[in-house]
């Protein structure tokens, strides 16, 4: 009886596996079908050409895959059940997520903002439930009790849980989401999906996996790709095939409106394309000796007593890249010296420090368009807090030295001399409490024992800082100065919030991004932006590495 | 012995005083933006800029139809509060007809002619009359050299006391108020009430959807061996340093693919899988001891119920300092939601877009465009004070080992 | 155990919240009026044959604004059957509000008519973007091109193909708009200055008239301005065109601003800012220090009515702009409702953008002072001009009055605008700051603003 019943699952198991290859062969055939439109045909109408590829390569190796599996099936491999659970789960996830687009699911967010203001006061109701909950805990000498607070802290959060989702419209969602359903396509999709569900659970199921000799490896790496999956699917859509994807529409003319021709290196062309020629003397106009058609005057300099003038076809990229090493080289050390500085004082085990702490990181937490408004209306040059402070102190200085420093009239903004200052001064202000807070746990990692030693050793407070704390450091310093650089390098916000129109006056804080930005999102000139995205991507690498091979050679970074 | 306390005083006073001054600069902006939300918008631009809101104090006097505006006015050599009645009289400069430095403003119906009929020569060579001009109840022979206007200001207690001077640099008597009804008002400009809503929806789902592919990335490669394992966590290593302009233009034409441009999607589910997140996650998973996890295994537990049942009740401190981290970000984006969420789509707008719509908008408001920043920066303040640990632990972990 | 509660519970939250997000849709539209949102339910949902629903927009620059732009949608919404509008307004001015309309159009987003400024049309229109409705025109009853200022008319009538005017309509201009000076009669008063509006009435409001008033209100002190205009091309291009000069050549396919004319009003402007130090530094924002009893002549649009009456605790007015060599040389500003290439009801949307501009929602419009219609009809001026404060609202009709010959704002339809607008603002910026001498600007400034005609 028990022999027949095995011999009857074995049977059933065969089956099923049989069933099973076959679907893997119809798979791959299907896809090749496919990718065969869409090579040949340019199928499913309106797609880019570019989407057209991508869909192909994807569509064959996923039939290669089931092609693989079917093959290794019919030897009764375990390699065939992985291959197999693999390109099912992958099939069944795409269905899905076409499934969740054909329904417009997650536009839905949309309208859930819609009612969630009116709802999100009934989620207050969970809290109340949690609170009842933890209450219970008090009683945890009387189980009986505590068992009736956690349950009744169960029912009152589930119940206004209830009540929050039927606010927010979960009953008209579902009447339309079965609505929906009756839609052919989507109708189809349902059912592929159930079709690789179906195949996911005959590989899956234990009967299936003893019969084709599963191993505890295999186990564990099924269910490591699956606890990886989510995050890896989203990783390659959202980030992995956007990077490359980058590197393509810098090769073309793309804009906005999806009209694109490759066009090769032409973009990176133009933005170096560069010319240097000797002037006459210092005050020729450089149209004369270059073609003003092509080229702007970038700079002219003086060398071994003869003038130059460099001209560039895209003069303000080049302004623009100024503009942005400029403000890094200058903030990076104005936000992590005075932060080295207040760590240093902040790490002496004087009362209240937490409080001094917790008031130098609020700028980090706050966003940079506020922090922006805010400190637009301090620079303002006619009512700002800054010009009159700086009057109070001259005027001060006036009184004590008998000077006549006038009063301050600083145009922060609109000066082509402080603009970028200004931005500086801001950005560097926002980042400082947060590179604080980075020494100061860098320097609670130092050890005690070495400033008691130099103390013994008659050292001052000086040399304790040079000798110990700087070297012991140096792996924050290193981390705090490249996350720095690798931030003020982005630098937009700031710019884009506080001046007006966004880099004036004139050019003097058009940054790299700013630029990328207006060529990308204003002159819809999305090849050429991305060519810039990479040239930057290029300088932050390469300051980088500058930074970690400097880092290098001081020795220190193996704490 | 007393020398070295004295010393050791003098320091830590040396240290509060920096740590005081750099303290005041970092609190400064906000406190700022605060008062300066509350005040009128004529008094954003009052200089010299006062901190506390204020407004100018008015009184109803008798045979005047609207309340007049009070000013701290000097006469007799004694100061005191008189009210300003009537503005804009028509007043001429006059001077001294031997020391033209010396000029007094008087309205042009206190001074007449001088019966004389006497002329003066200026410097410059015209010809002006000498005027016989009412100075502190005296009969003055001057020059006019000039136009100007003036205010007449009477003491509320005696008409009959009053004072001829320029209005705009006179000094008015001031309160202090507060005007909290511009948070009101600029709840309903821009529709501000549903873009809070909005940012509010959006950092949740992030927030929620980061922490858990992180938590399972994190778990994956951290406990579970898989073929790939190493390759693939160097190339997440890899993209963290990565910068976000990079993926801006390709992620904006993968939206317009999606159709998700200008829609909420766009700013949730291209970030709830994050690297970092993953890699922290990872991590914090790989110090949690073995033996637990064996155990629970042999038991014939699923790793479903290992995950959540052992592991991520002893990652609640990493998971609430990455919810931090990932809240501060999703809260203050703003580039992201200026490419993609369209100016003209009210309905999707989140705070950042707002306040760049306010300031357009409201641009001679100081008050309101600051009444929009403190309803955006203010939340993150006050969880702040509430976890105020994982914040700095959420700036610390990623700073202290690199 | 209350974790693994609440994991279960975070996960059901956001699994819940997906799917109930559909719902709404639904119920918006069933809806009428206000939500933007409909749209976006799939098309194969509930199909309503007869009703068309038409989105449009315009740039609001105020709460006030937006609320007379919704009721002007309600009641035309009544009076066209058949027919659902769907008001939204559009971004600010400084939040970049066509380029963002070009790329909802990239993506099939934007609205079907929309108000665009009139230096973006020829970009709108060379792009493809926007529809050329002169067919539908022809064949309308009662429509004139004639009863609309003709400068804007020009521009919208233009065929770029044939290089003529007339022979195409691109739009119809929602309002028209121009420069007057906002005084702040006080601080004149104080100064002891001739009052601008008397010297207006007398005809002796020239250049020269002009800064000895500005001369005089400096002279009361260092933080106090005679003269302030914010940073754009409107300001400059005032005292450029006043002396005579133009942007462009005379056919709109070159570089102008290297004529003696052009360079002549630069150099007076310059005198303001550099020389004499009577302006507001050239790039601050004007506006607080107007605000704040400051600045005694502030240049600014009719859309900056609404803001002084608001927060000026001064006695104000305006004037028209003084005269130079070729008259006051006032810009005539317009923007026009244009209608969407890919909308689905082109006919209702000339409909639409009829009634958007007529002279009674004109009327209703300008009742609110933001702007001057657009439309030449007394109905519409009458009901412009009883907008008080200002008093002197005659000025901004002077400004734009034919004998004045006001230059209308231009699309650029041989060139790209963007790019001139970014060669031009910084060079010219760099003048008025004193960076850049005039002989200097003079000899380079073509140079490289031609590169906008090159593409």
């Not at chain 1, 004139?506 to 060529?519: D, K």
Request: proline letters at 5%; hydrophobic letters at 50%; glycine letters at 8%.
């Amino acid at each position: 009886m028990q022999l027949e019943n095995d011999q009857k699952s074995i049977k059933q198991t065969q089956m099923i596996i049989k069933v099973a290859t076959y679907w893997h062969f119809l798979l791959s055939f299907s896809g090749i079908f496919l990718l065969f439109i869409i090579l040949y045909e340019h199928g499913f109408g309106k797609i880019p050409v570019w989407l057209s590829y991508i869909a192909a390569i994807l569509l064959g190796l996923l039939s290669i895959g089931s092609f693989y599996s079917g093959i290794q099936l019919i030897k009764n491999r375990r390699q065939g059940r992985t291959a197999s659970l693999v390109v099912n789960y992958l099939g069944l996830i795409i269905s899905i997520l076409f499934l969740f687009q054909n329904l417009g699911v997650f536009l839905g967010v949309d309208a859930l903002a819609n009612t969630f203001g009116s709802s999100i006061g009934w989620l207050s109701g969970v809290l109340i439930g949690y609170l009842v909950y933890t209450a219970g805990d008090r009683f945890h000498y009387r189980i009986h009790i505590e068992e009736m607070f956690h349950k009744i802290g169960k029912y009152i959060a589930l119940i206004f849980f209830a009540i929050f989702l039927i606010k927010a419209g979960l009953i008209p969602a579902l009447i339309f989401l079965a609505k929906q359903m009756i839609i052919p396509t989507n109708f189809v999709i349902v059912f592929i999906s159930i079709l690789f569900g179906l195949a996911i659970w005959a590989m899956w199921r234990e009967a299936t996996a003893l019969y084709l000799n599963r191993t505890n490896a295999q186990t564990e790496a099924l269910e490591g790709y699956l606890f990886l999956s989510p995050n890896l699917i989203g990783f390659l859509i959202f980030f992995a095939f956007p990077l490359v994807f980058s590197f393509y529409i810098s090769l073309t003319d793309w804009d906005a409106f999806g009209n694109s021709n490759f066009i090769g290196l032409t973009n990176y062309f133009k933005l170096f394309q560069l010319n240097l020629k000797q002037l006459a003397n210092s005050s020729q106009d450089f149209f004369n000796v270059m073609d003003g058609s092509i080229f702007s005057e970038l700079l002219r300099f003086n060398m071994f007593g003869k003038s130059y003038v460099l001209g560039a076809a895209d003069a303000r990229f080049w302004i623009a890249l100024r503009n942005t090493i400029v403000f890094g080289i200058v903030t990076v050390p104005l936000s992590a010296i005075p932060a080295l500085f207040l760590a240093n004082i902040l790490n002496s085990k004087i009362p209240g420090m937490k409080i001094f702490r917790a008031i130098y990181f609020l700028p980090s937490i706050a966003a940079v368009v506020g922090i922006s408004l805010i400190w637009q209306w301090l620079y303002n040059a006619t009512v700002g807090y800054i010009n009159y402070f700086i009057t109070i102190g001259l005027d001060f200085i006036n009184n004590i030295f008998s000077t006549g420093y006038p009063q301050a009239q600083i145009r922060w903004l609109s000066d082509s001399r402080t603009a970028l200052l200004a931005i500086i001064i801001v950005s560097a202000w926002q980042t400082m409490g947060f590179n604080t807070v980075l020494f100061l746990a860098g320097l609670q990692n130092v050890p005690k024992e070495l400033y008691e030693a130099a103390t013994v050793d008659g050292a001052g407070r000086w040399a304790k800082f040079w000798k110990i704390t700087l070297p012991l450091l140096a792996p924050t310093t290193f981390f705090v100065i490249t996350t720095t650089t690798i931030q003020a390098f982005q630098v937009f916000e700031q710019v884009f919030i506080m001046t007006n129109p966004p880099g004036s006056p004139g050019t003097s804080t058009l940054t790299i991004v700013l630029y990328l930005y207006q060529n990308g999102f204003q002159r819809f000139q999305q090849g050429y932006a991305a060519a810039i995205a990479w040239v930057l991507f290029i300088v932050i690498f390469s300051v980088t590495l500058l930074q970690f091979r400097s880092q290098r050679k001081t020795g220190a970074y193996d704490v | 012995m007393k020398s070295f306390k004295l010393s050791r005083f003098l320091t830590n006073l040396g240290a509060y005083l920096i740590l005081t001054f750099f303290a005041l600069i970092m609190l400064f902006p906000f406190i700022f933006m605060v008062t300066t939300s509350l005040k009128t918008p004529d008094d954003t631009f009052n200089y010299p800029p006062r901190l506390l809101p204020r407004e100018g104090v008015e009184i109803s006097l008798e045979g005047f139809e609207k309340p007049v505006p009070l000013y701290l006015i000097e006469k007799d050599g004694v100061q005191s509060e008189f009210a300003l009645v009537e503005s804009g009289i028509p007043a001429g400069i006059y001077a001294e007809t031997d020391n033209q430095s010396i000029t007094y403003s008087v309205p042009l119906d206190q001074a007449k002619p001088s019966e004389s009929g006497e002329q003066f020569v200026m410097p410059d060579g015209t010809v002006q009359p000498i005027m016989d001009v009412l100075i502190n109840g005296n009969i003055v022979q001057l020059v006019q050299v000039g136009k100007t206007a003036l205010g007449r200001f009477i003491d509320p207690e005696d008409f009959s006391r009053e004072v001829f001077q320029v209005v705009r640099t006179s000094q008015p008597v001031t309160k202090v108020t507060a005007h909290p009804e511009n948070y009101t008002r600029v709840m309903t400009m821009e529709n501000m009430g549903r873009s809070l809503t909005n940012t509010i929806l959006v950092t949740l789902f992030v927030v929620i959807g980061q922490l858990v592919t992180s938590v399972m990335g994190g778990y994956a490669f951290a406990r579970l061996r898989f073929p790939g394992k190493d390759k693939l966590f160097v190339f997440y290593l890899g993209t963290i340093m990565i910068p976000f302009v990079m993926l801006i233009i390709p992620l904006y034409q993968l939206m317009v693919l999606f159709g998700w441009t200008d829609k909420l999607a766009a700013l949730i589910f291209p970030w709830i899988f994050s690297a970092y997140g993953t890699f922290l996650m990872r991590q914090f998973f790989i110090t949690v001891p073995k033996e637990i996890e064996e155990a629970a295994l042999i038991d014939g537990a699923s790793r479903f119920k290992i995950l959540y049942s052992i592991f991520l009740p002893a990652a609640a401190p990493a998971l609430a300092t990455m919810a931090t981290f990932t809240f501060l970000y999703a809260w203050n984006s703003f580039f992201w939601p200026l490419v993609i969420i369209n100016t003209g789509n009210y309905e999707n707008h989140v705070l950042t877009l707002t306040l760049n719509m306010l300031r357009g908008r409201a641009s001679d408001s100081a008050n309101l465009i600051l009444a929009g920043a403190a309803i955006s920066i203010l939340p993150p303040f006050l969880l702040y004070i509430l976890g105020q640990r994982f914040f700095i632990e959420s700036a610390m972990s990623s700073g202290v080992k690199g | 155990m209350s974790r693994k509660m609440f994991l279960v519970l975070s996960v059901i939250i956001v699994f819940a919240m997906v799917m109930s997000a559909c719902a709404p849709v639904v119920v918006e539209t069933a809806a009428p009026v206000e939500t933007a949102a409909p749209t976006e339910a799939p098309a194969t949902m509930e199909p309503e044959p007869m009703d068309v629903t038409l989105r449009w927009r315009t740039r609001p620059d105020n709460q006030a604004e937006i609320d007379v732009y919704s009721s002007v949608s309600a009641d035309l919404d009544a009076a066209m059957d058949g027919v659902t509008l769907v008001y939204e307004p559009g971004g600010s001015e400084t939040s970049s509000y066509q380029d963002v309309l070009k790329t909802e159009i990239g993506a099939g987003t934007a609205p079907d008519v929309f108000w665009i400024p009139g230096t973006d049309v020829a970009d709108f229109a060379t792009r493809g973007l926007i529809l050329d409705m002169k067919s539908m025109a022809d064949a309308t009853d009662g429509f004139s091109a004639g009863d609309f200022y003709p400068g804007p008319m020009y521009h919208l009538t233009f065929n770029p193909e044939t290089n003529m005017t007339g022979e195409a309509l691109w739009g119809l201009p929602r309002d028209v708009s121009t420069f007057a000076l906002y005084l702040n009669l006080d601080l004149i008063a104080e100064a002891g200055a001739d009052d601008p509006r008397e010297l207006a009435k007398e005809g002796k409001w020239t250049w020269e008239a002009f800064l000895d008033v500005a001369k005089k209100v400096q002279a009361l002190g260092s933080d106090v301005y005679g003269y302030g205009a914010n940073a754009w091309w409107g300001p400059y291009g005032v005292w450029i065109n006043s002396a005579g000069g133009n942007f462009y050549n005379a056919d709109r396919t070159a570089c102008g601003l290297d004529t003696p004319e052009a360079i002549a009003g630069l150099t007076f402007e310059r005198q303001l800012y550099v020389e004499d130090k009577v302006a507001v530094p050239y790039g601050e924002d004007s506006e607080p220090p107007f605000m704040a009893g400051k600045v005694a002549m502030f240049q600014n649009g009719r859309w900056a009515t609404p803001g002084v009456r608001a927060n000026a605790n001064f006695n104000w007015d305006v004037v028209e702009l003084p005269t130079g060599a070729s008259g006051q040389g006032n810009w005539l500003f317009w923007g026009a409702y244009v209608v969407n290439a890919k909308t689905e009801h082109p006919e209702e949307a000339w409909k639409l953008v009829q009634m958007l501009t007529t002279a009674e929602t004109q009327g209703k419009i300008a009742a609110l002072g933001a702007n001057i219609p657009s439309r030449m009809s007394q109905e519409a001026f009458d009901a412009f001009l009883t907008f008080t404060p200002p008093a002197n609202n005659q000025a901004f009709l002077n400004g734009i009055a034919d004998a004045n010959k006001p230059t209308a704002e231009g699309p650029l339809w041989a060139g790209s605008w963007p790019n001139y607008d970014s060669i031009m603002g910084p060079m010219v910026s760099k003048v008025l700051n004193g960076e850049l001498t005039i002989e200097d600007y003079q000899k380079t400034i073509c140079v490289e603003a031609n590169k906008a005609f090159e593409q």
